[in-house]
């Protein structure tokens, strides 16, 4: 509980400070609004929904701050019927700090609460690092680490690339994981560190109106770590997963 006084706090003053920037520059923030459907639930290479979910969020963004609350509804319950309830409530900070020749740096802050579970799994959070390089397929580099329970390590390496195709945009990306074994403890395996996740993504989007667009992708992801993979084709969970997502997004500028 003192944690979530902590974060609490945290976001109170960052709150206060982004207001006070804004009062002070006379800028307006940039907001957003999300909606995005996706057949399966896929987190760092394991399954966290085999059935469809809807995944709602709102940001604000100013100054290099944006701050976002993420949602994720399942679409059925346990028994594939409806109706059924939301199992994730998310709040992301994320800030850029700087620059240097062709490499940025930012950070992030993450508190992830599941309502449907208990114990070690019902909140977790993390603080995050990133560089970025502008230059071809955007190199980005983050790396996670939980300050809640398990204090564990994560990295993800990702290329991307953003093409002009036809009206709109296609955006590709490939991303590679590695934690380290306290992160991977949550998978429910012990001494389980290494290469834990690859993905690539496919979306095309497309601008219906001047601040909405949509966005159909494709998607394929899979659990690298040997005694992961096996603990959960075991469990008759899936370790490699191809799945579709629907995306509309809303932007309200100053």
């Known amino acids: 509980m003192n944690m979530l006084y902590r974060f609490s706090a945290v976001c109170l003053i960052i709150g206060m400070a982004v207001s006070l920037s804004i009062a002070q520059e006379d800028r307006a923030p940039t907001l957003g609004f999300d909606l995005s459907m996706q057949s399966k639930y896929i987190w760092r290479g394991i399954v966290f929904d085999e059935n469809p ?48 020749k062709t490499f940025s740096f930012g950070g992030e802050f993450f508190y992830g609460s599941f309502p449907t579970s208990s114990g070690l799994g019902s909140s977790t959070a993390e603080i995050a690092a990133w560089v970025t390089g502008d230059i071809f397929t955007s190199p980005t580099l983050m790396i996670y680490w939980d300050i809640w329970q398990l204090h564990g390590v994560y990295a993800d390496f990702c290329l991307s690339e953003d093409i002009t195709v036809g009206p709109g945009n296609l955006f590709l990306s490939s991303s590679l994981g590695w ?15 290494g290469l834990l996740d690859w993905q690539i993504d496919a979306t095309y989007s497309l601008n219906i109106k001047p601040n909405l667009s949509l966005s159909p992708g494709i998607h394929f992801g899979m659990t690298l770590q040997d005694d992961i993979r096996n603990y959960y084709d075991n469990q008759g969970i899936n370790t490699s997963n191809l799945f579709f997502s629907l995306a509309a997004a809303y932007v309200i500028t100053s």
Do not use: C
């Not at 944006?66 to 900070?93: A, C, I, Q, R």
């Not at 992160?183 to 429910?188: A, F, I, K, V």
């Open 179 to 193: 934690g380290d074994d306290r992160h991977n403890l949550w998978s429910g395996v012990t001494d389980a560190g």
């Open 53 to 100: 979910v809807l995944q709602p969020d709102i940001w604000m963004e100013t100054h290099g701050i944006s701050m976002t609350f993420w949602g994720s509804y399942d679409l059925t319950d346990e028994n594939g019927k409806h109706p059924g309830n939301f199992h994730e409530w998310d709040v992301f900070l994320d800030f850029y700090l700087g620059n240097y």
